[in-house]
């Protein structure tokens, strides 16, 4: 069955310390490779798509990377306001998009 | 900038209510969908339409139906409200294909 596994669960910085966010995936023949962030009680904003290996997306203190099984999301120095649940999603091929379960961050000032 | 509007924040509804939740888009996206979001399940499909008047289900369609008449709005309907309905629903689009989604704010709804 296809799937989309993050790790961590929950992920708590201090201001400054930068880390990795991790995103597995299954589905072989990628369509699309999805990040998002999600605030407490409000809709997935969008960050950002990736489609082959290789391939880097940037914004802001947000990196992500892309490889035949994972994805990363790497925080550069972030800040309070970096503080949310980051959601990794995988588009199966035709209208199915398959997400994970989220990894919570939280940046300590 | 682009948006995707659902129509409350907020719901209370009684046991066996019909409940119609709205959601319009302005991007003229072909796609749009609808989520229900719970604790320890993550996001899980109720039904997507790929065109104006074309639904199909998701995941877990049961008690729910849909219906788009026209291509930036897309409503879900719970026939008959259930307690264990209670959940956040989230509306989203796309413009089409393989393209990540555009979210609205999402309605939390309680069932009481």
């Known amino acids: 069955e296809d799937q989309v596994t993050q790790s961590p669960e929950a992920l708590r910085l201090q201001e400054g310390e930068s880390s990795s966010l991790n995103c597995s995936y299954t589905?072989?023949?990628?369509?699309?490779l999805f990040w998002y962030r999600q605030d407490p009680g409000k809709g997935p904003e969008f960050l950002f798509t990736l489609y082959s290996a290789g391939e880097e997306k940037e914004k802001e203190r947000l990196k992500a990377t892309l490889t035949k099984k994972e994805s990363f999301l790497h925080i550069t120095a972030p800040k309070p306001e970096d503080s949310a649940t980051y959601l990794c999603?995988?588009?199966?091929?035709?209208?199915?998009?398959?997400f994970g379960a989220g990894t919570r961050l939280f940046v300590k000032a | 900038d682009v948006k995707v509007t659902q129509s409350s924040r907020y719901l209370v509804k009684r046991t066996g209510e019909k409940v119609f939740l709205e959601c319009v888009q302005d991007m003229d996206h072909e796609n749009m969908f609808w989520y229900r979001q719970d604790p320890g399940l993550g996001l899980r499909l109720i039904y997507f339409s790929y065109d104006v008047k074309m639904k199909e289900k998701g995941d877990i369609p049961e008690g729910y139906s849909v219906s788009r008449e026209k291509k930036e709005r897309f409503s879900l309907i719970l026939e008959s409200a259930s307690t264990n309905q209670t959940s956040m629903y989230l509306c989203?689009?796309?413009?089409?294909?393989?393209?990540?989604?555009?979210f609205g704010s999402g309605t939390r709804l309680t069932v009481v």
């Open positions: 989203a689009s796309r413009i089409r294909g393989f393209y990540g989604y555009t």
């Open positions: 999603a995988e588009n199966t091929g035709g209208f199915k998009t398959i």
């Open positions: 589905v072989s023949g990628l369509r699309g």
